[in-house]
């Protein structure tokens, strides 16, 4: 069975930095890409980044409302994905899900099957 | 970046209804087209993907189709269950993105 449970949220002030996890069970973490996904209070759904699997480099893209203060990373040996977040705004408030993204060499659209649970993010003062 | 026009943003329609609603990206993304379920408080859950296949354990009713610039999600026959907001996501490239969401409620 996928799973994928998200940790890390909390409260934090604004400027300040958290980290959170996703960590996975059920698939070849590795062969994956990994998005993180994120939902402000009572707004839609905006993706915020991914990184590559293995095979394809583990590289990262993101999103520009994150781009130079959020990093995504891997560890592949705990089949763990992360969300770096520095220089917090209280724009990024938001439930962060992280997401399986497309698996195998090239991309192709069997992507976003499984998403965690979700984690709050409150950035305030 | 590729932008995804969804309508109607809201919506009200009855039991047995059939619905329509329609992504239109800013440029072809071939069919790197997903919807998604989302009630309240909980998490998306895939419907479609590849524009028009049926996630695993979705009813029949739901039906995707599309390809290029076009896509429309339909739920033929509208059950009280199927209350809920409705996403379309592009991955064709980065970064990706989410139509603004179709809230379907019923009469």
């Known amino acids: 069975e996928v799973q994928l449970v998200e940790s890390g949220g909390g409260l934090v002030q604004p400027g300040r930095s958290l980290r959170l996890s996703c960590t996975t069970s059920g698939f070849t973490f590795g062969d994956y890409c990994m998005s993180w996904v994120r939902q402000a209070p009572g707004k839609g759904l905006e993706w915020v980044g991914f990184i590559r699997s293995i095979i394809n480099g583990g590289t990262t893209e993101y999103a520009a409302s994150v781009e130079g203060r959020f990093t995504i990373s891997r560890d592949n040996s705990e089949n763990i994905a992360y969300l770096q977040m520095n220089s917090l705004k209280v724009e990024d408030t938001a439930v962060y899900y992280c997401?399986?993204?497309?698996?195998?060499?090239?991309?192709?659209?069997?992507?976003?099957?499984?998403w965690g649970q979700g984690t709050k993010v409150t950035v305030s003062s | 970046d590729i932008q995804m026009t969804q309508s109607p943003s809201a919506m009200s329609a009855s039991v047995g209804d059939r619905v329509t609603i329609t992504c239109r990206a800013s440029?072809?993304?071939?069919?790197?087209l997903a919807w998604f379920q989302q009630k309240p408080g909980k998490v998306p859950k895939r419907l479609i993907y590849?524009?028009?296949t049926l996630h695993s354990g979705v009813p029949s009713r739901f039906s995707g189709s599309g390809s290029g610039t076009e896509f429309t999600l339909t739920i033929s026959s509208l059950q009280p269950e199927d209350s809920a907001t409705y996403y379309c996501l592009q991955h064709r490239t980065n970064p990706r993105t989410f139509g603004q969401g179709t809230k379907v409620e019923l009469k």
């Open positions: 590849a524009s028009s």
């Open positions: 997401t399986k993204d497309y698996g195998g060499q090239q991309a192709n659209n069997d992507a976003f099957d499984f």
């Open positions: 440029q072809d993304i071939n069919n790197y």
